[in-house]
Nanobody
Framework: QVHLVESGGGLVQPGGSLRLSCAAS????????VSWHRQTPGKEREMVAD????????SYADSVKGRFTISRDADKNMVYLQMTSLIPEDTAVYYC?????WGQGTQVTVSS
């Protein structure tokens, strides 16, 4: 059974940084397609970053390109999302996804 737990969300000022973590069990993140998504009330969940393949091919939504970085640690079986230069529009619940399984989400609020 796959279990994903996100952490690292919180309140941050515009221009600040946060690192989200996703602890995985029941699945090997180094062999899986991994991604981060976000959702705000009334809107569909959108993918912000993903990673797959032996060579860790990454892709990003245009809205976060150059500011967010997805990574994974095979030893710790963790997936990360490093977020920099945060703007209020980044405010959302962020979800980790590994293969077809979702975490419970972590709130990120960007506000002064």
């Amino acid at each position: 059974q796959v279990h994903l737990v996100e952490s690292g969300g919180g309140l941050v000022q515009p221009g600040g940084s946060l690192r989200l973590s996703c602890a995985a069990s029941g699945v090997n993140v180094s062999l899986s397609y991994v991604s981060w998504h976000r959702q705000t009330p009334g809107k569909e969940r959108e993918m912000v970053a993903d990673m797959f393949g032996f060579f860790d091919v990454r892709s990003y939504a245009d809205s976060v390109k150059g500011r967010f970085t997805i990574s994974r640690d095979a030893d710790k079986n963790m997936v990360y999302l490093q977020m920099t230069s945060l703007i209020p529009e980044d405010t959302a619940v962020y979800y980790c996804k590994v293969s077809d399984s979702w975490g419970q989400g972590t709130q990120v609020t960007v506000s002064s």
